[in-house]
């Protein structure tokens, strides 16, 4: 089985920062991209940042400048550094691993957390 377990989430005022942190534990031998994605109530669920395991990143276009992503391959582990918060960036946060093994490809979820930016 897989695990993946996101932390960090919280209430934090407009123009101030969060960390999350997520991760992954259980039968994963080749992690190739790890993933945080956000869904507001209402809306579907939405890429935010990746990054490979080579180190290449990728954030959407309302998030850059403003998050990084992290990773820490020996512990399957990845970091979501999020500053100067807006209120538009309140939703559920779920951390995705994808794995790459003799071409099939196979992704995981973790339970997500929630963020709330709001005065």
């Known amino acids: 089985q897989v695990q993946v377990v996101e932390s960090g989430g919280g209430l934090v005022q407009p123009g101030g920062s969060l960390r999350l942190s997520c991760a992954a534990s259980g039968s994963i031998f080749s992690i190739y991209r790890m993933a945080w994605y956000r869904q507001a109530p209402g809306k579907e669920r939405d890429l935010v940042a990746a990054i490979t395991n080579s180190g290449s990143t990728n954030y959407v276009n309302s998030v850059k400048g403003r998050f990084t992503i992290s990773r ?34 196979r992704e995981y979820w973790g339970q997500g957390t929630q963020v709330t930016v709001s005065s």
């Open 72 to 105: 820490d391959n020996a512990e399957n582990s990845v970091i979501l550094q999020m500053n100067s918060l807006k209120p538009e960036d309140t939703a559920v946060y779920y951390c995705n691993v994808g794995t790459l093994v003799q071409s099939t490809w």
